[in-house]
């Protein structure tokens, strides 16, 4: 039988009390930008919140998160869309990247856009793509400062569009 | 969110188990199809594609508990996470921000 509706609690339902008691998103309040043109002229970026950074940069702040539960790192790191499978780290500490660490498509589809590229589905994916690490109880800095500094990146390289890979 | 696509799998593979392209990119098309058709704000689209493990059997969770496991554990019964922010920077943080 298909699914016809997705239950977002199906693999974890016992965070559904705690998910609803939050405060929801107002639909009026929802931001709006029309694609105004055809994919295939599009620059587009991928952004994914596994706490991916390459080997070779600053990890994202985990001695903080152990000392403080309740704190998650807001920033952001930059990577390549050269860099392949194993230049990178995986570190999200709330949900078992080991599946990212031997497949990357399992939900940072790098390989799969570079494959758009290459038949023309898309005009072109920008030379940097992005990670944050998805565990920010308190969003704020996430929205006014980390958000921003992406976006200024993601303009300065022509980016037309950004797909979002939440873990 | 302007757009969403939604799936039903579980947390670190939403687009598929490891190995299954095929099945990745069906997903990433989904993706894409939607940026291209969606003509309005809040266009969300549910896809059929059903997980091939039951839930309780699905892993998903690291081998090792995040810190704010014990954090809740350490608690009696439920607590709202909001109550633990210790960010000065959230009492600045209005709707009228958002």
Redesign the interface.
């Known amino acids: 039988m ?7 609690f ?4 016992t965070s559904r ?2 998910v609803l ?2 405060r929801h ?1 107002d ?1 009026a ?7 105004e043109k ?2 295939a002229q599009c620059k587009v970026t991928l952004v994914s919140t ?1 706490g991916i950074f390459m080997k070779d940069d600053v990890s994202f702040d985990y001695e903080r ?2 000392r ?4 998650g790192d807001p920033t952001h790191r930059e990577i390549p869309k050269t860099a392949g499978q194993h230049d990178v780290e995986y570190s ?6 080991s ?2 660490a ?2 990357r ?3 940072w ?1 790098v ?3 570079l ?2 590229e290459r038949e023309g ?2 005009g072109a994916l920008a030379d940097t793509l992005y990670s944050i690490m998805g ?1 920010i ?2 969003f ?2 996430l ?2 400062r980390t958000a921003p500094l992406m976006i200024e990146k993601m303009k300065a390289e022509g980016v037309d ?1 950004a ?5 | 969110m302007p757009r969403a696509v939604f799936v039903q799998y579980p947390f670190g593979r939403q687009l598929g188990i490891v190995g299954d392209y095929v099945g990745q990119r069906r997903i990433c098309e989904d993706m894409t199809a939607l940026l291209e058709e969606a003509k309005a704000p809040n266009a969300y689209r549910h896809l059929p594609y059903e997980w091939p493990e039951p839930p309780e059997t699905t892993k998903w969770r690291p081998d090792v508990p995040p810190p704010i496991f014990t954090v809740r554990q350490a608690k009696e019964g439920g607590h709202n996470l909001l109550d633990d922010f210790k960010d000065e920077e959230r009492a600045a943080y209005t709707d009228a921000e958002r």
């Open positions: 298909p699914i016809e509706k997705v239950d977002g199906y693999f974890h339902p009390d705690r008691a939050q998103a639909p309040k929802t931001p709006w930008t029309p694609l055809p994919l596994a998160e152990h403080e539960g309740t704190w999200h500490l709330h949900v078992d990247t599946f990212l031997e497949d498509n399992v939900s589809p390989d799969i856009f494959e758009f589905k898309i565990y109880p308190n704020n800095p929205v006014k569009a797909f979002l890979y939440p873990v």
